[in-house]
């Protein structure tokens, strides 16, 4: 076999690997495209206004309401404390007063 010939068939064997592996990397591409196109399809909405914006309002809204409610709460506290208090007062006062007579 002859230099020429042995050229041409690995010429042709390249060419076939080349057209293989680019009929190959075109479908892959088109099903990175495809996902692609899904993904955005999730991360995409109609909103008018921008999410984080949204998100960082409804935290901060959130924050506030814990905020007060832990106020409350600790005003509550304070309030159940001096009612025992009292009554640990009137009822020590009632025992003492039962042990007088």
Not at 82 to 89: F, G, I
Request: charged share 40%.
């Amino acid at each position: 076999m002859s230099d020429t010939v042995l050229v041409a068939i690995i010429n042709g064997v390249f060419l076939v690997i080349v057209a293989v592996t680019t009929q190959r990397m075109r479908k892959d591409v088109a099903g990175i495209k495809k996902d692609a196109a899904a993904a955005r399809h999730q991360v995409e909405n109609e909103h008018k206004t921008n999410f984080r914006d949204d998100h960082d309002e409804l935290r901060r809204s959130v924050e506030e309401r814990l905020d007060d409610l832990g106020r409350r709460q600790d005003r509550f506290a304070r309030e159940v404390k001096s009612a025992l208090r009292r009554m640990s007062r009137r009822l020590d006062r009632h025992i003492d007063d039962q042990g007088d007579t």
